[in-house]
């Protein structure tokens, strides 16, 4: 039999394997290492045999390396730097991965507490001058990378201590520089923005975060211009990909019905929404009350490829991300967590004036698809593309949201927000007087479907319960305010006589919070709300199903019209008697602390998985050659 040779270990592995066994290396080691392409899959493997004690042991020698690497890219070397961020990625995510304990000791090991403020000081001012200066962008790339490992080192990023450095010695104006140059843009915004994310996400409800102040504090018109151009790309490209995704999955109905079971990760489903950037544009709109007129005004995006290139299109970002809402709606049990960032992101867009106003001025009028889910009662699931204003869009897409997530896992917190949607552009219609030429019936059967569905789950939780005095609140705005801001008189005939129709699922409802109010004095509070917004709703059914039934009576007509009723309903306005509702027009402005604290705890531990498990480091040949014939960086 042959004997199989064992493999001859490289220069590299021979230099790992002697600082991983704590011995000292000369001047000559460390600059011969930083000259051979970094081997990250060895690299990892010296590492994975090393328990945590191990590194405890060996922290000596891999302060000297980490403090070795950052003085090695002092030294302004092209090659030399890209071997050094490859060193660095790896060497954080290495020894994050082992169980250290608390956060310091990370620290600790890598870069030593006695020297950690200086040599993390140093080694961000080298980063932001490989962001800042005219240097390839290949190593910008490689540097961000690095960024984006060593914020994600942690699945809870306030508890990631190095990010504290990052906090001392900001890379806000790094950031910039970038997003601001249109070339870098192109190639590095999305990365940018997705470290930015998770900045403003570190320890945001405890301290003082700068970014946060930088970014709610900024009027830089190029600045808040790159923010949504990146964007606008994003979900316009993100936009293309599904719908061509969904064309081309277009099947019969029992092939429909398949597809109700795709697996998350299926090649030939939609792909993942990148919740770091969707993240990125809720905290901007958030926090940057000046970006909403970015989102409204007209930028150009590339949309996708065709044999020549890139194809543009000309579009606004709201307009935009109306139809990205629309396709990450039409399937919330995969999408959920997108679905929750979307409707806050609407929920700060509909609370803001200058927002409002654009979208109910009739001389701002879009194409705007919004996708409509294939059902079995619904012959055309296409979306309408008619120029409509982004109000008229905006409702079609909350109406469209509440007819088609009617499931028994009743996405409770979604619905909610929803209504609170609603409530808002209602509530800025009212005050404004702006008489929306918009057909609410679709509206208000989709609201009244919604509860006849939640209240047939017989769900028992205070939240279902919040979900029905929204309702309440935005039908009173129409019975009490709705001459100020429904389209003509004939409206008021119709939501009259929807109500009447429906009656019946009001009427559950009143038994509901009937029901409830014996379960405890959490809901008994609750359910006194409730019965007290369902109060028109029953004054106006008992004035007119009266006069309705002895009309039938008298012309011997078991079941009238609705033209009919409503005439009757016309007859009896005068003698018909309501009650005030205190704040019905009152908008609860959205605060993120704590109801939603949470969510974007969770939310960020989730993206700093995905960066940590799905960031490749390797380099290209290409892109390897690129460094090699440059002696110094940036030549």
Known sequence: MGSTKPQLKTEFSIIYESILKGEEQDDRVWEKLFLIKVNVPVLEEHFSELTSNDLISLKGSINVLFKKCVQGLREDHCIKSLNILLTLSTLVKCVWRKDLGEGFRAVDVLVGFDQAEQTMSQLIEEIHKILIANKIQELKYYALVFLKILCSASDNV???????????????????????????????????????????????????????????????????????????????????????????????????????????????????????????????????????????????????EDQEGSVESHSNLLSSFLTFSSLVFSDVKTNHTAAMLCFNILLCITEDNYANAFMHDENQVFPVFIYRTKLRHRKDATGDTAPMSLAYTLLDLMSEFLTTNLTKSFPTELYSKCYRVIHRVLCYEKKSKVRLNYPWNGLWNSVISAVKWSNSLELDSPEIIHNYIQVGKIFNMFVMYGDT???????????????????????????????????????KDLCRELLSSLHNIRALVNHFAPKIEAWSKTNKISTPKPEEVMEIVRSNYDSLTLKLQDGLDHVERYTEFPREQQFYTNLVRGICGEIRNGTVLSVSSKDYHKFTTATQIGE
């Open 158 to 304: 306030s508890q990631n201590t190095m990010v504290e450095y990052l906090m001392l010695h900001s890379l806000w104006y790094s950031l910039c520089k970038v997003l601001v140059n249109p070339s870098l843009r192109s190639s590095l915004g999305t990365h940018s923005l997705s470290l930015l994310a998770i900045l403003l996400n570190y320890r945001k409800n405890e301290y003082s975060n700068p970014y946060h102040i930088k970014v709610s504090g900024t009027d830089d018109e190029l600045l808040l211009n790159g923010f949504g151009e990146i964007l606008l790309n994003y979900v316009t490209r993100y936009n293309s990909t599904v719908l061509a995704v969904k064309h081309t999955n277009q099947a019969t109905y029992t092939e429909y019905l398949t597809s109700w079971f795709w697996a998350s990760g299926d090649e030939n489903g939609p792909p993942p929404v990148d919740l770091s950037l969707l993240l990125s544009l809720y905290e901007i709109v958030h926090l940057n009350r000046t970006f909403t007129s970015v989102l409204t005004q007209t930028m150009s995006a590339a949309q996708g």
């Open 485 to 523: 801001f429904l389209p003509n008189p004939d409206s008021y005939d119709e939501l009259y006589y929807e109500v009447l129709r429906q009656y019946a699922v009001f009427d559950a409802l009143n038994e509901t919070a009937l029901q409830y109010s014996n379960r405890g004095s959490h809901y």
